[in-house]
């Protein structure tokens, strides 16, 4: 169990902090080398290079079949929160984010063992990154560009130049460092007209005004 404190250590609970003892830990060295930095980096970036996968073609197809189980994982962990239809969508999305506060979060984080691959905080993480990624793919412009670990997965608009990386959205949402909701976030990335404002929601004041023009 971790030791840190919600109520004593609130620095350990941003995206930062949480991605370098939640997850950089299990990157392979080479795939460290590959991704050239040890921090978190944006949500929104724009597109640099050919945005072309890495990864040989046999490897691409096992990232995207194990993006589609982390699917399949959030639909059976989070059935609470499905909708009378069961779409794994928006609504599902919203209903999520109404019940599990900041604090939540940090009492997951207190809970798990890092040293662990599977535990529950990174096990979630990567179920909402993987379910507003696959949302994210059916929409029009977008598509997965699959790298490894599979968490490093992004989306290309190659028209507009940008990546999107959704479990980077999903990880800071997890975090302190939460400046709007995840499905404000996805509602915006799946407008092709307004993808581009994503860039600049940086600080709490910008993204509290593209939450509100989204609403």
Wanted: hydrophobic share 40%.
């Amino acid at each position: 169990m971790s030791e840190r404190s919600p109520e004593t250590d609130h620095d350990a609970f941003t995206a930062e902090e949480l991605f370098k003892e939640f997850f950089w830990r299990w990157y392979k060295p080479l795939e460290r080398e590959v991704r050239g930095r040890e921090t978190l980096g944006a949500d929104v970036e724009p597109l640099q290079g050919s945005a072309a996968s890495r990864l040989p073609e046999y490897v691409r197809g096992n990232v995207l079949r194990q993006l589609d189980r982390m699917v399949d994982a959030a639909r059976q962990d989070q059935a609470r929160f499905l909708p009378p239809g069961g779409d794994l969508g928006l609504e599902w999305l919203r209903a999520f984010e109404e019940n599990y506060s900041v604090r939540e979060a940090q009492n997951l984080v207190v809970a798990v063992n890092a040293e662990q691959a599977t535990n529950d905080f990174v096990v979630l993480v990567c179920e909402l990154g993987a379910v507003v990624g696959a949302l994210l793919n059916r929409t029009e412009g977008l598509e997965w560009v699959p790298e490894a670990p599979y968490w490093e997965s992004y989306l290309v608009d190659r028209e507009r130049q940008l990546v999107l990386r959704p479990f980077v959205a999903a990880l800071r949402f997890m975090s302190t460092s939460r400046l709007y909701a995840l499905g404000e976030w996805l509602l915006i990335a799946m407008e092709p007209g307004r993808r581009r404002s994503l860039l600049q929601l940086d600080t709490p004041a910008s993204a509290d005004q593209a939450a509100g023009d989204a609403s």
